[in-house]
Nanobody, 117 residues
Framework: QVNLVESGGGLVQPGESLRLTCEAS????????MRWYRQTPGKERELVAA???????TYGDFVKGRFTISRDIAKNTAYLQMNSLKVEDTAVYYC???????????WGQGTQVTVSS
């Protein structure tokens, strides 16, 4: 069992930056990939970024170089640095951890990001 807690969301203006943090606790040694997803009302949850234990990176097409995912395995923490935020980035952002299929994925409770002028 792994518990994920997100933080760092908030209200910013277009063009500004935010850094989201996801802290994992519990059986963290079992985590392979950590991911960030986002969701807006009426839409499916979409992948923002992912990083594996080996450091492989994946980004959603809409990121276009604006976001950077990173991970501190020693601190059991993943980060999402979001720059040049747009109004359409407004969503609840969720942290996700997977265990290479051995166990069900874990999800955080989400953190709201609002980009508005």
């Amino acid at each position: 069992q792994v518990n994920l807690v997100e933080s760092g969301g908030g209200l910013v203006q277009p063009g500004e930056s935010l850094r989201l943090t996801c802290e994992a606790s519990g059986n963290v040694f079992m985590i392979n990939a950590m991911r960030w997803y986002r969701q807006t009302p009426g839409k499916e949850r979409e992948l923002v970024a992912a990083i594996t234990r080996a450091g492989s990176l994946t980004y959603g097409d809409f990121v276009k170089g604006r976001f950077t995912i990173s991970r501190d395995i020693a601190k059991n923490t993943a980060y999402l640095q979001m720059n040049s935020l747009k109004v359409e980035d407004t969503a609840v952002y969720y942290c996700n951890a997977d265990f290479s299929g051995y166990f069900p994925e874990s999800w955080g409770q989400g953190t709201q990001v609002t980009v508005s002028s």
